[in-house]
Every structure is written in structure tokens, then in C-alpha cells.
């Protein structure tokens, strides 16, 4: 569980330790993320919805605290030859000030919310 507070932001640095033959995807509910670096080198920022690694790969993004207080589907899925099983993993973004502490349903394997999807490696895969 990551605990944010509202009005706030988060720097996260994110490393995929996913097998060698899967990109993974990440989403977070209802929230954007504004990609700042990847693997060591500052980027010109982007904001997205979805993050792509492969296996090693390094990305620094901030997420602004700015939804309604609650708690939020963090999203992992499995895409390639992962993608066959459905292979996905969840963790929950939950505000400090919520007063809400239920969750929508567990959104499965599909999940993504848009097509505002950055592979940090478009031409590798």
C-alpha cells in the first residue's frame, strides 16, 4: 500500500524486476503519471496514464495527489508471452485524509484506461 496525502506530490523511482521475456505494464486508477527520467537521464517530462518496461529498465515519474481521497487500484500487468495467462499483480494508492475504505472491484487483467501509453523502449520490442 502507498499512503499519499491530498494536494501532494510523489517522485517515485520504478524498476521492473519482471521476467526477461515480458514487458510490463503499469497503471494507476484515475491517475497520471509525469515521467521525468529514465534510466539515470532526465527526460523531457510527459504525462501519461500507463507506463511500459522491460526487465532492468528505470523510470522516474512524479504522481500528483489531486482525486477525490479514497483508495486506488495499482495496476502491474504482464504484456508479450505474459500476456497469453493474464498474468497481472494489484496494490492500492490510498489517500491519508479518506474517509472512503472500500475499493471498486479487482479490475482483472484489463485494465488500461486509455491508449496515453508510453513504452520506455518503442523500438526494442
Same mark, same amino acid.
Given at each position: 500500500?502507498?499512503?499519499? *496525502?491530498?494536494? *501532494?506530490?510523489?517522485?517515485?523511482?520504478?524498476?521492473?524486476? %519482471?521476467? &526477461?521475456?515480458?514487458?510490463?505494464?503499469?497503471?494507476?486508477?484515475?491517475? %497520471?503519471?509525469?515521467?521525468?527520467?529514465?534510466?539515470?537521464?532526465?527526460?523531457?517530462?510527459?504525462?501519461? +496514464?500507463?507506463?511500459?518496461?522491460? @526487465?532492468?529498465?528505470?523510470?522516474?515519474?512524479?504522481?500528483?495527489?489531486?482525486?477525490?481521497?479514497?483508495?486506488?487500484?495499482?495496476?502491474?500487468?504482464?504484456?508479450?508471452?505474459?500476456?497469453?495467462?493474464?498474468?497481472?499483480?494489484?496494490?492500492?494508492?490510498?489517500?491519508? +485524509?479518506?474517509? *472512503?475504505? @472500500?475499493? @471498486?472491484? =479487482?479490475?482483472?487483467?484489463?485494465? =488500461?484506461?486509455?491508449?496515453?501509453?508510453?513504452?520506455? &523502449?518503442?523500438? *526494442?520490442?
Amino acid at each position: 500500500m502507498f499512503m499519499v *496525502k491530498s494536494g *501532494k506530490r510523489y517522485r517515485y523511482r520504478m524498476i521492473s524486476a %519482471f521476467s &526477461t521475456v515480458c514487458l510490463a505494464e503499469v497503471t494507476i486508477e484515475k491517475h %497520471f503519471m509525469q515521467i521525468i527520467a529514465t534510466d539515470g537521464e532526465n527526460v523531457q517530462p510527459i504525462l501519461v +496514464d500507463a507506463i511500459t518496461l522491460a @526487465s532492468g529498465e528505470r523510470v522516474d515519474f512524479v504522481l500528483y495527489a489531486n482525486q477525490t481521497p479514497g483508495f486506488y487500484w495499482l495496476h502491474v500487468r504482464g504484456l508479450g508471452e505474459c500476456q497469453e495467462r493474464q498474468i497481472y499483480q494489484l496494490g492500492i494508492l490510498a489517500y491519508q +485524509d479518506s474517509s *472512503k475504505s @472500500s475499493l @471498486s472491484s =479487482n479490475p482483472g487483467y484489463y485494465f =488500461n484506461q486509455s491508449n496515453n501509453v508510453v513504452s520506455i &523502449t518503442p523500438n *526494442k520490442y
